[in-house]
């Protein structure tokens, strides 16, 4: 699981890197068939990491910052370095007995619910690569060429 943790990671900033040649309007333009532009979705991508990850760790769910405020390439990059140092200790500290330890959380009618880590861990790396897969349509319907999704050749499996 560690190593699509760290694909995910390597795609996102190869998006950042696919920022830097895009448009601000081309950024913030509203998509259709995802969360809203091309930085928003990369925004979001971070804040449910984050606070997925949050929760696993027993921290209080964190409050979404208003997307405002990180509204350009480099003020994504810094929100996602943050929220990775804050994460990825967790990640990187995960193993099997962790699988089914269960996170109660309150849904949207005020019902508690359960999830077990294992399943929340892989909703995470689901929902990232989900959105990717939007955002490469998005570079296409602009005639830019998207970022590869390819997870060979990215050296993961290389030691």
């Known amino acids: 699981m560690l190593k699509l943790f760290e694909y995910n990671w390597q795609v996102r900033q190869d998006w950042f890197d696919w920022c830097e040649s895009a ?3 081309e950024l913030l333009e509203r998509r259709t068939g995802g969360p809203g532009s091309i930085l928003y979705t990369l ?3 971070i804040d449910v990491e984050y606070s997925w ?4 760790q027993g921290k209080p769910e964190p409050q979404e910052p208003p997307f405002e405020d990180y509204a350009s390439v480099q ?4 929100y996602s370095a943050r929220c990775h140092e804050e994460i990825a200790p967790f990640i990187y500290a995960w193993n099997s007995s962790m699988e089914n330890l269960l996170l109660e959380e309150e849904n949207a009618t005020e019902q508690a619910e359960s999830f077990k880590y294992g ?3 892989r909703h995470v790396l689901a929902h990232e690569i989900h959105h990717i897969g ?4 998005w570079s296409r319907e602009i005639g830019k060429q998207p970022i590869t999704a390819n997870l060979i050749r ?5 030691s």
């Open 134 to 137: 939007q955002m490469s349509v």
């Open 154 to 158: 990215r050296g993961l499996f290389d």
């Open 53 to 56: 990850i949050s929760g696993l």
């Open 23 to 25: 448009t601000e309007k």
């Open 75 to 78: 003020k994504l990059r810094e």
């Open 119 to 121: 399943e929340i861990m």
């Open 43 to 45: 925004f979001h991508i």
